[in-house]
């Protein structure tokens, strides 16, 4: 996303989005939420509902540059291409096919390369 957001106004929808479900509406709130930004300060007050839906919300939630850990460096830097930032491991069908050959490269460089299928 490019554009800036407000994140007062982000909470705000999201209790708004959230609040109509409370099965106690008129409960007392759980927690007191302020919030600085450089457009101001803000308060909230969360019900349990809120807090549990905000749960709910941050283990369903999936980062889309979230692309799995590196099995060679367990980083979790990896690129659209499955390319590893942290130790430069390729991941998936790409990755396997260029450690394939690789290998079958610097094999035919000590003289023992498999002969290619024609």
Do not use: W
Request: charged share 25%; glycine share 8%.
């Amino acid at each position: 996303m490019t554009t800036s957001l407000d994140p007062a106004a982000v909470i705000a929808e999201f209790i708004d989005a959230v609040a109509p479900y409370d099965p106690q509406p008129d409960a007392a709130p759980v927690a007191l939420l302020g919030l600085r930004t450089a457009r101001g300060d803000e308060m909230f007050t969360l019900s349990d509902h809120v807090i549990r839906a905000m749960c709910r919300a941050l283990a369903s939630y999936r980062d889309p540059e979230d692309r799995g850990e590196c099995v060679g460096c367990g980083g979790r830097h990896l690129d659209e291409n499955l390319h590893c930032k942290n130790c430069g491991r390729l991941h998936g069908i790409l990755g396997q096919v260029i450690a394939d050959h690789a290998r079958r490269v610097a094999a035919s460089d000590d003289g023992n390369a498999p002969s290619e299928p024609a």
